[in-house]
């Protein structure tokens, strides 16, 4: 199979004929081309770097237009199945501001003791750090409740693959610069004086440049437990489409309310507890970087392949009513 093959495989389910020909078909033939003249010239590192540099064109093209397929989907989608918009967007606003205050709060009622004023912008200050947090979470609500004894046609699944995309990028730019930053502004606020950065204050290429010199310090506990932030905030990342995927999955087996939201609220609690639960792991179990990048993606990938077994058993279901029909 040629190099690029699956990813246009993918990119034809959501994206449109002019979309493909004009954006993600062009960057697959480069690819292809070149990567078959480094196998002719026999250049083996030619030729990885150029499938690596490929798959990141494809992927920030991709990323690029995601918010134009979003809305070009959500708004045809909205016209046709307007009650459903309404009842996913309000599940999901509730389980924001309710997720949002669970996770602020905490932290919030230990400060000191100081002005209403200061009060309110250190409670500001700590709210970019439940965006990514609460986002899985309330994408998943939001399918599920807005899917229920619905069903769910090839536009709704790009739709909700589309708005995944998006929450994963409002995920990224918030750990990659807006909770850092914020993060940092609470502190020196609190001490009264400036700080240096801590490991939670740092922007991920930082951090993973600080593990990488505890590594070869020979500091193994300090260097995994970086490690492990720093591949942590990559699966939080991916959990927001992770979670539309498994939303998506879970709708299609068609068990009733109350199954889907027992899956849901299973699948939330183990995950919730697997992330509570490294915090006990001995840090230098993760000095291995693939180790630390293995851990953190487990839940993901387990709910990813969990989604997907859900949507093939549906299919499967369907095929011999099919033939009857026929």
């Known amino acids: 199979m040629r190099p690029g093959s699956r990813l246009r495989s993918l990119a034809r389910r959501v994206c449109s ?9 062009p960057v697959i033939a480069d ?31 991709i990323a690029l237009h995601v918010p134009i397929w979003t809305r070009r989907m959500v708004h045809g989608w909205a016209a046709s199945e307007s009650g459903t918009v309404a009842g996913a967007l309000a599940a999901a606003v509730v389980t924001m501001i309710v997720l949002t205050l669970l996770l602020v709060a905490v932290p919030w009622l230990r400060m000191p003791d100081t002005t209403p004023g200061r009060m309110a912008w250190l409670f500001v200050m700590l709210l970019p750090q439940s965006i990514p947090l609460s986002l899985p979470f309330v994408l998943l609500v939001g399918v599920l409740w807005g899917l229920r004894n619905r069903t769910v ?18 995920s990224f730019g918030s750990i990659a610069w807006l909770i850092p930053a914020a ?16 490991p939670a204050e740092m922007p991920p290429a930082s951090l993973r440049e600080r593990a990488l010199a505890m590594q070869s310090q020979g500091r193994p506990r300090e260097a995994g437990g970086l490690f492990l932030d720093y591949h942590m905030r990559g699966a939080l990342v ?18 009733g ?18 992330i509570d639960g490294l915090s006990q792991v001995n840090r230098s179990a993760f000095s291995d970087e693939r180790v630390a990048l293995s851990v953190a993606w487990l839940p993901n990938v387990s709910l990813m392949l969990t989604a997907l077994a859900f949507l093939s058993a ?13």
């Not at 292809?32 to 920030?60: P, V």
């Not at 549906?314 to 026929?326: A, F, G, H, M, N």
Request: hydrophobic letters at 50%; aromatic letters at 8%; proline letters at 2%.
């Open 183 to 198: 993060n940092q502004a609470f502190r020196v606020t609190i001490a009264g004086h400036q700080l240096d950065r801590g």
């Open 238 to 255: 991916g959990a927001v489409l992770v979670f539309a995927l498994f939303g998506l999955g879970v709708t299609a087996l068609r068990l």
């Open 314 to 326: 549906r299919r499967e279901t369907r095929l011999p009513v099919q033939r009857l029909q026929d």
């Open 153 to 170: 046609t090839a536009p709704i699944r790009r739709a909700i693959l589309g708005i995944g995309l998006a929450g994963s990028l409002v």
């Open 17 to 25: 004929q002019s979309t493909m020909e004009r954006l993600i078909d």
């Open 31 to 61: 690819m292809q081309c070149e990567h078959a003249q480094a196998i002719r010239d026999d250049r083996g590192w030619r030729r990885r770097w150029i499938l690596l540099r490929g798959y990141a064109a494809f992927w920030k093209a």
């Open 257 to 274: 309310r109350v199954a889907n939201a027992g899956i849901a609220i299973i699948a939330c609690v183990l995950y919730i507890n697997y």
